[in-house]
């Protein structure tokens, strides 16, 4: 279990990308959605496996995250707030086309 405070820069993992998204939710004014939940993340996907997880993570986050807010960011916008959780807040060199794939996928 890992605590996550989105205003302190000291998280890691993977609560280091949720942070991010609520980080980004909170800049788009969509935010912060909560004053606490409980989030589980499961995946057998091993890190750096180069199959976008980081993306689906980040895009899943961002959608929860707004739907418990205010639910009013359109998937565009949901992939932009994933990107800039990864690329700004996490560091990942990424472009935006993992969670434009994620984010529009029907």
């Given at each position: 279990m890992q605590r996550i405070d989105y205003r302190s820069a000291g998280v890691s993992g993977p609560g280091a990308y949720v942070a991010g998204v609520m980080r980004e939710l909170a800049a788009a004014g969509a935010g912060p959605p909560c004053r606490g939940a409980?989030?589980?993340?499961?995946?057998?996907?091993?890190?750096?496996?180069?199959?976008?997880?980081?993306?689906?993570?980040?895009?899943?986050?961002a959608r929860a995250l707004d739907l418990l807010g205010s639910g009013r960011l359109t998937a565009r916008q949901l992939a932009g707030v994933a990107f800039r959780a990864e690329h700004d807040h996490v560091g990942v060199r990424c472009g935006i086309m993992d969670q434009m794939s994620a984010a529009l996928a029907r």
């Open positions: 409980r989030v589980a993340i499961a995946s057998d996907v091993p890190v750096g496996a180069g199959l976008a997880s980081s993306a689906a993570l980040t895009v899943a986050a």
